[in-house]
């Protein structure tokens, strides 16, 4: 049996195996998931919420923006709080100030004498961690003090929500237009929201499990955890990180070292050795026949430019909220765009024009590969291309149209606003994604049909696996698909995942993978056959933590401890490969001065190298930073995370993306001599940039939000009292310099475009060692 055979088989019995684990730990989130309640009552019997109370106000939630309105267990927006951990102090400090008038004569809790405040505190957790939930009827039953202090803090909601001028102050520096729920009704639905999340996060779980499996001990309850597993970091209520994020973090760091060390064996047993491949004397491409098919994805690759400039102009804005509140320079900006949409359509344009650029990709590479043009492909292409801007221009209406509260609730999950970070736009919408990405992999799939069918060659597995990476692509945005409208919060965010970790980072980085050696390959630079083997090994190393790696986004979302204990040891294997990146782009660079007429890939090049260097730093090193449980218990919704969100997504998917738009244009462009100049200012503006950004702002305000995190509890982490700091402001102020320079990059590659079909100067005959030819 071959090498190459053995890996696909290999492959093929992780994926089955890594999904088959997959799915069950969803059964376990669904049979662990905080339970939702038919009715709260006091205990006198008056009924508080309801279930479609509750249920209401989550859509109401859903049509202010969601997550892109401050967060809800730790996912979400980073200016206004977590409303979870929010409500969830708020209510513990109502009840303690409450027991502090009546038992010691003080106004508040903070000015009884230090033992009063510790008995206090032990009466609250007792009361509060306490599960009162009733399966048999759906129940929640609270004592009385509960219930006023409850009352208390959905009134502070209903201010906050609506144009109440005691909250005004607050509303500005949570970034939130006025009025922002119209509705009193629906603004007290939304407060019936809130208190549930956080009644899950401080309410122990009433399934008879405990947390540990240490021996017992006699006369000493088992520790036992929150549905949310003590998160957030609450000190006043008891929530603190549970045995199993200690363990687990600790194992997830063994785990590392053992993959670095195998990996480091395996790279010393299999590198290095020359197999006396000859490089051409001329490129291999330069005679590509360019298909009317393969033109019309030069529409693409403008839209990428588009979006990608549009992207850049929305975060901009979203992070001038941050300083200014509802104002830009002085215009009341909130009232037309509000931070929650400008916010939305930064995050969702970042994801649109990478994928937008790795499908034009797909499309320009089927036909230069099998050179089979297929019947009405270019009436693809292009019908292809109208619909993902009706889609764009679609969703992003309905979008705004919920946030201004103008779509009504009824309508706004299949055309408005679904809340969901990074799964925002609406039902309607995201089946007409989906059946649109079933489109191109069927323009794909046919242009490389003759490849799949035809005689065995030694590209045929790396191109196998393009086409599967296709078909995953097409496929899994279905995972998108599986919660409806009022699915359980858990179960919404495992699918979720699916989409955002398993779509994104997983069968792209796949893609990605296959359409570079298929790149390297066809220019001569790399043996087929070695290149098949590398590729399947790498997207086994890839896969094997990648997938079950998912569930690190979820450990405090109602998820058991094995699950905990799988995302923590499976998303550290994910840092293994990048921990050699090294290697692959001292490898790249190599073939970039293989020979002179590589000159002409000089900057697809340059950008395949920065994503190794982002995939070290964003990828590897900002990620593992956050991925084990203990880390992320204090780090999950503060600024830590878009660090590592940041120079992961464009520094690893966007700069990849840049460079497959840049080698289609060579193709598409074939003849054109380039604007060293312009390319030169966009990579190192567009790299520079980003990593101001990351230093000089995002790395030191997440770690001071941290040290505040760990010493005063996750809710001031995240209040108005610390994002209103001064040095806080200074440091957002601090992304200028490297918004600026990031932005002149963006300018200079759009510029560039440009310059290839307006006015272009035409190479020489034989320059670069090649004789020029197009279709």
């Not at 037309?336 to 499309?363: D, E, K, M, N």
């Not at 990828?619 to 120079?647: C, D, R």
């Not at 840049?658 to 390319?679: D, H, S, T, Y």
Request: glycine residues 10%; hydrophobic residues 50%; proline residues 5%.
């Amino acid at each position: 049996m071959g090498n190459t055979r053995r890996l696909w088989i290999g492959l093929a019995v992780l994926l089955i195996a890594s999904f088959s684990v997959l799915l069950w730990s969803g059964g376990e989130i669904n049979r662990y998931k905080p339970p939702m309640p038919e009715q709260v009552v006091a205990q006198d019997g008056t009924v508080i919420y309801t279930r479609a109370d509750m249920e209401r106000g989550r859509q109401v939630w859903q049509t202010t923006g969601g997550m892109q309105l401050g967060s809800i267990w730790g996912h979400g927006a980073y200016v206004a709080p977590d409303w979870s951990a929010d409500w969830l102090h708020r209510e513990a400090i109502e009840i303690l100030n409450m027991w502090a008038r009546a038992d010691g004569g003080m106004a508040t809790y903070e000015q009884l004498p230090a033992g009063d405040r510790a008995s206090l505190q032990g009466r609250l957790q007792e009361m509060m961690r306490e599960n009162t939930y009733d399966p048999a009827t759906g129940t929640i039953t609270l004592d009385m003090d509960r219930v006023v202090a409850m009352s208390n803090v959905s009134a502070h909601y209903e201010s906050l929500f609506g144009n109440d001028p005691a909250t005004a102050e607050l509303r500005e520096a949570y970034a939130m237009k006025n009025n922002t729920v119209p509705d009193a009704e629906h603004r007290r639905a939304l407060a019936s929201f809130f208190w549930w999340t956080a009644w899950a996060a401080t309410t122990e779980r009433h399934v008879g499990v405990s947390e540990t499996v240490a021996p017992d001990r006699p006369g000493i309850a088992e520790k036992r955890v929150t549905y949310t597993n003590n998160w957030p970091g609450e000190p006043l209520v008891g929530n603190t990180p549970p045995p199993s994020t200690w363990v687990w973090s600790a194992f997830s760091v063994l785990f590392l070292i053992a993959g670095i060390a195998l990996l480091g064996w395996h790279h010393a047993v299999t590198h290095g050795h020359d197999d006396g491949h000859r490089i051409p004397d001329r490129d291999p491409l330069a005679a590509l026949k360019v298909t009317p098919s393969m033109r019309a994805t030069a529409k693409y690759f403008w839209l990428v430019l588009a979006l990608f400039l549009v992207q850049i102009l929305f975060g901009a804005m979203t992070a001038h909220y941050q300083i200014e509140g509802q104002q830009a320079y002085g215009f009341q900006l909130s009232e037309i765009l509000p931070y929650s949409i400008t916010r939305t359509w930064h995050t969702q344009l970042a994801v649109l024009w990478i994928a937008v650029a790795w499908l034009g990709t797909g499309l320009y590479i089927g036909p230069a590969l099998s050179g089979h043009e297929p019947r009405f492909q270019r009436l693809g292409v292009n019908f292809l291309f109208a619909c993902l801007v009706i889609i764009v221009v679609g969703a992003f209406a309905g979008q705004w149209f919920a946030v201004m509260q103008k779509l009504g609730i009824a309508n706004n999950f299949w055309f408005g606003h679904q809340g969901w970070e990074y799964a925002d736009i609406g039902r309607f919408w995201q089946w007409f994604l989906f059946i649109g990405l079933l489109l191109w992999l069927t323009m794909v799939g046919r242009a490389l049909w003759p490849v799949l069918t035809g005689p065995k060659t030694d590209t045929k597995s790396i191109v196998g696996l393009l086409f599967l990476s296709t078909v995953a692509i097409g496929v899994f945005f279905a995972a998108g698909l599986m919660w409806r409208e009022h699915t359980h919060i858990s179960i919404v965010e495992y699918w979720r995942w699916w989409l955002v970790h398993l779509w994104v980072e997983g069968f792209f980085e796949v893609f990605a993978t296959a359409v570079m050696a298929l790149i390297f390959t066809k220019l001569g630079l790399l043996r087929a056959s070695t290149a098949s083997v590398a590729v399947l090994f790498a997207t086994i190393v890839f896969m094997t933590g990648g997938v079950l790696g998912t569930l690190h986004h979820l450990y405090f979302v109602g998820s058991p401890t094995a699950v905990i204990a799988l995302g923590a040891s499976f998303s550290a294997l994910e840092v293994v490969p990048l921990a050699y990146i090294g290697f692959e782009a001292y490898h790249t660079y190599r073939l970039g001065k293989a020979t002179p007429w590589m000159q002409r890939y000089r900057w697809p090049i340059f950008f395949f190298l920065s994503v190794s260097f982002w995939n070290l730093v964003g990828a590897g090193l900002f990620g593992f930073l956050i991925n084990p449980p203990l880390s992320l218990y204090y780090m999950q919704g503060l600024n830590l995370t878009p660090l590592h969100g940041h120079t992961a997504l464009f520094g690893v998917y966007g700069m990849l993306g840049i460079a497959l738009v840049l080698f289609c244009m060579r193709g598409l462009r074939p003849n054109q001599v380039w604007n060293e100049k312009a390319l030169r200012i966009s990579f190192w503006s567009l790299n520079i940039g980003l990593a101001l950004m990351a230093v000089l702002t995002l790395l030191p305000l997440g770690t001071m939000q941290l040290l505040a995190a760990i010493e005063h509890g996750y809710w001031y982490a995240r209040s108005a009292e610390f994002m209103q700091k001064p040095i806080v402001d200074l440091l957002v102020w601090m992304r200028v310099p490297g918004d600026t320079i990031f932005s002149i990059g963006a300018l200079a590659l759009i510029y560039f475009v440009l310059r290839l079909w307006v006015k272009p100067k035409l190479e020489e005959p034989g320059e670069h060692g090649s004789e020029i030819q197009s279709g």
